[in-house]
């Protein structure tokens, strides 16, 4: 089977590689929409410590079962999504109710979904691999994974109903945040982007639009009736933007590190925004089984914006054109069909 394969940092190929053989409890996906994500693009570029080099790129995907190992509840044909992730169910943080933190998790992970087929392993088969309802596109069902993130995301912050929230950044995950936080009621949101294509997305759903090229503490003061953002998320992933982050949230607000820094990051913010101001700094990291159920849930509703979220198509071949395009911001996310 044909997969595109990052064989060291910036290098991307297309091989022919043996096809995937499903262990006990396992299946293997012949891949109908494989979308690009940040996460690939980081992994090309720098590498990731739990990834060692050459590997499959590609995460999230929406496929038919097309070989079922020994005891995998799942016949041949059927359309399956899943989570990224496989929790051991049994561990200390599975059983506080943090599978999110699960140490193995990723140790049992779905990983090389820009390929023809892909092995689903036995512990996300029995976490989160779900049958797809017919109505919903694959493309839809493979925005499991970003979208999930992101309610775990909100699940860290208050109710945003009649608040005002900034959103830093403009991109997919970005714009999942926008969709979700105007459904469920926030009186305003901000979107700062530096991409006038994205930030137009986000305008067309409701949100309000400021430009990162810009300072964006008197913007932010102008739109938030000079209080500041109750709620400011950070999608960027930018150190600089992350230090800047609190001082754009008003007394008492709430500010999330949703976007990943590297391990030795350090983060300079005034203590006085954390201590007299009440500024509260929160993280949130990938998600559990029940948000992937959510997640399915919500775009089987047909409540997102697929449509502003996965922006193209694209054969495997032409990976070199698609890459360059996102690098370039021209596309939210790109579906493959293998
Ligand atoms: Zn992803
Ligand atoms: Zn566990």
């Not at 297309?14 to 690939?40: H, I, K, N, Q, Y």
């Not at 998790?105 to 092995?119: I, L, M, N, P």
């Not at 559990?288 to 997102?304: H, I, K, M, V």
């Not at 198509?313 to 690098?327: I, M």
């Amino acid at each position: 089977m044909r997969a595109l394969v990052c064989e060291r940092p910036g290098h991307v190929a297309l091989r022919e590689l043996p096809e995937p053989v499903p262990g006990p409890g396992e299946v293997v996906v012949r891949v109908e929409s494989a979308l690009t994500c940040g996460t690939d693009l980081k992994l090309i570029r720098r590498g990731h410590p739990k990834v060692p080099f050459p590997t499959v790129l590609g995460h999230e995907y929406c496929g038919r079962v097309a070989r079922v190992g020994e005891g995998a509840p799942f016949a041949v044909g059927e359309r399956v999504v899943s989570g990224v992730s496989g929790p051991c169910g049994a561990c200390h943080d599975c059983r506080g109710g943090r599978p999110n933190h699960c140490p193995t998790a990723f140790d049992h992970a779905v990983w090389g979904t820009w390929a023809e087929e892909t092995r689903i392993p036995a512990r996300v088969v029995a976490s989160t691999l779900c049958r797809v309802p017919d109505a919903l596109s694959s493309d839809a069902a493979a925005l499991l994974d970003p979208l999930a993130s992101v309610l775990r995301g909100l699940s860290r912050l208050p109710d945003p109903s009649g608040r005002t929230v900034l959103v830093l950044g403009s991109g997919p995950i970005a714009l999942l945040f926008t969709a979700l936080l105007l459904r469920r009621g926030a009186g305003r949101v901000v979107v700062a982007g530096r991409n006038a294509a994205r930030l137009a997305a986000h305008a067309s759903l409701g949100a309000e639009t400021i430009s990162a090229r810009e300072s964006l503490g008197p913007q932010v003061l102008v739109r938030s009736g000079a209080r500041g953002a109750e709620i400011v998320v950070e999608t960027t992933g930018a150190l600089e933007v992350a230090e800047e982050a609190p001082s754009l949230a008003a007394r008492g607000g709430m500010v999330l590190l949703f976007a990943g820094l590297a391990r030795e990051a350090r983060l300079a913010v005034l203590a006085h925004r954390v201590h007299y101001d009440e500024v509260t700094l929160a993280g949130s990291f990938h998600y559990t089984p029940e948000d992937t159920r959510t997640a399915l849930d919500l775009l089987s509703r047909g409540e997102l914006p697929v449509g502003l979220l996965v922006t193209s198509e694209s054969s495997l071949e032409k990976h070199p054109f698609v890459l360059e395009r996102l690098s370039r911001g021209e596309e939210m996310k790109v579906a493959f069909r293998p």
